[in-house]
């Protein structure tokens, strides 16, 4: 396992915007590429084959050999399938039926089940002010989405249980990175791998959906998604490390309102005060929970006693 550890305490706010504002660029970059033909499913297969190959070759460059043992593969597999090949796909599923707003809401769900799921594990103990930042980032979010969007009647709310299931599904990839962490592995090493087993478990829906990026512009999107998304990554598994997964979940916030920023910035959105109000409750349920330093409970050792924490 890989604790939380001592470092520099902007660190993990800064990883944590970092890791937020990229992926938040992310969505109009799909969304476009889905309106010049390349489908979500292949968006996200090509993404992450590209984001993987990208950052084995940081790796590799920074003399990092991405491991082969059991445990690695392992790691690589559920690690890809429970934190983006498997909630990718259940998203993909439920927008059409749901629409974006509802879908987007979901998300909220994921750091409360982190919360959770971590708390009941073991990984972290729950003090109050890392929950009322879990919560005041909650409720930030439902502030955003209800007032303003126009959620669809849907036909059939069987469709809310993958757009329920997508956040837990990140959920469980969240505590599991942190449990499961190889040991002496570094996070760029342990990004690629993600990556490249999430790529994948992603080729059958890219066989399924029998699509290519078949214009220029979609290209370039799809460049621009994969560059996001290797640096994202790397963050993420850095923020992972130093933070633990109770605080890495409130990425889901900051690409809440990363996605109100672009919209005033560049698609010419405009929102009243109700949402900034929003967006400020965001940001202050994220700066509660990183003024509450983590509070690991004691790791169990693992075989022959050995510390797995990363160096």
């Known amino acids: ?49 590209g984001a993987g190959l990208a950052v084995l070759a940081v790796a590799r460059a920074r003399g990092q050999a ?37 879908t987007s809401l979901s998300y909220a769900f994921s750091p409360l089940f982190t919360l959770g799921l971590a708390s009941v594990t073991g990984t972290e ?46 959920a469980v990839g969240n505590v599991y990175r942190t449990r499961d962490w190889p040991a002496g592995a570094k996070p760029v090493s ?13 080729l059958p829906a890219l066989l399924l959906a029998d699509s290519h990026p078949s214009s220029v512009q979609a290209a370039l999107l799809l460049v621009a998604a994969m560059a996001a998304t290797g640096l994202a990554y790397m963050m993420s598994l850095e923020l992972q490390r130093v933070a633990g997964p109770v605080y890495l979940s409130q990425v889901s916030f900051v690409i809440t309102a990363t996605g109100m920023m672009i919209g005033v910035t560049f698609l010419d959105e405009r929102y009243g005060p109700w949402v900034w109000a929003a967006i400020a409750a965001v940001f202050l349920g994220v700066g509660l929970t990183r003024s509450a330093s983590p509070s690991p409970r004691p790791w169990p ?4 006693g050995k510390d797995c924490s990363p160096r």
């Open 301 to 304: 050792a693992r075989r022959k």
């Open 190 to 202: 342990l990004a690629a791998g993600i990556l490249l087993g999430a790529a994948l478990e992603l």
């Open 66 to 102: 991405i491991g082969l043992a059991p445990s690695h593969l392992r790691y690589y597999l559920v690690g890809g399938l429970v934190g983006i090949a498997l909630p990718n796909c259940l998203i993909y599923l439920a927008v059409p039926h749901l629409g974006a707003g509802l």
């Open 125 to 170: 103990r729950l003090s109050p002010r890392r929950a009322a930042g879990i919560l005041l980032g909650v409720i930030g979010t439902l502030m955003i989405v209800l007032p303003e969007g126009q959620l669809p009647r849907f036909a059939a709310p069987i469709w809310l249980v993958p757009a329920l299931a997508a956040p837990f599904s990140l």
């Open 1 to 49: 396992m890989a604790p939380p550890v001592s470092t520099n305490r902007w660190l993990p706010l800064t990883l944590l915007c970092g890791f937020g504002l990229l992926t938040g660029l992310i969505v109009p970059l799909a969304k476009t590429a889905a309106q010049l033909g390349l489908p979500g499913p292949a968006f996200a297969f090509w993404q992450a084959l």
